[in-house]
């Protein structure tokens, strides 16, 4: 058990839609990562989530947008979905200026 | 910014042989490495991390890895292979006090029984 849950497993969206991915850190962590993986790449960094704003950015445009609520958890949010949007999202969690990190098992996002 | 390079994408070995993964890292100040790995269909696990100290590491399920600062590499090793050893495995870096990790490519590796 990673002790860091996503939600939902899998979903299909359609082209231009919005999606809403949910993550639960673990247990007595307070900052929360967000990473997509393609297929056949490894994770890319897409902002992080500390004491509820987004404190670090990796390069990814504005249609990526997250939330973290007082209770740690967060969203991430991406607006006018692309095919190329197709991957697994992966969540991460740990404390802050922790240096280990535990990974969620994703949400895999299909695109059509 | 961090990179991290991992080379032989798709490596392919029987079990009880050798297995060594080459990682790459560039930035110039002080890191944190680590090796993930990912069986299929299952989430990241993290095999072993290097912080500080000795700078040959021991993780789970008999893999290792040493840090030579000079080359800038964290290559991951392990004896003998077991066919349950069949995954992808990635190199992580991230500097010291930030969080925020850079991953290599991965190595998909298959190991024939």
């Known amino acids: 058990d990673a002790g860091v849950t996503q939600s939902p497993t899998h979903l299909i969206k359609t082209r231009g839609q919005q999606v809403t991915l949910r993550c639960s850190p673990k247990?007595?962590?307070?900052?929360v990562s967000w990473y997509q993986q393609a297929l056949g790449q490894g994770p890319q960094f897409i902002f992080q989530?500390?004491?509820?704003?987004?404190?670090q950015r990796g390069n990814f445009p504005d249609r990526f947008s997250g939330h973290q609520f007082p209770n740690y958890s967060s969203e991430l949010n991406v607006n006018a979905l692309l095919l190329g949007d197709s991957a697994l999202y992966l969540c991460?969690?740990?404390?802050?200026?922790?240096?280990?990190?535990?990974f969620g098992e994703g949400s895999w996002l299909t695109v059509v | 910014a961090q990179s991290v390079s991992q080379h032989n994408h798709h490596v392919i070995l029987s079990e009880a042989a050798s297995l060594e993964l080459g990682c790459n890292y560039s930035y110039g100040g002080t890191v944190n490495l680590f090796w993930y790995v990912q069986y299929p269909g299952q989430h990241l696990q993290l095999l072993l991390k290097?912080?500080?100290?000795?700078?040959l590491v021991k993780g789970i399920k008999g893999f290792e890895a040493e840090f030579i600062k000079s080359k800038f590499s964290f290559n991951l090793r392990k004896p003998s292979v077991q066919w349950s050893d069949t995954a992808e495995y990635f190199c992580a870096v991230n500097a010291h006090g930030n969080n925020r990790l850079a991953f290599g490519k991965g190595n998909q590796v298959v190991v024939i029984p």
């Open positions: 290097y912080f500080s100290g000795d700078p």
């Open positions: 247990s007595g962590h307070d900052t």
């Open positions: 991460a969690s740990s404390v802050a200026r922790g240096n280990t990190i535990y």
């Open positions: 989530y500390y004491e509820e704003e987004e404190r």
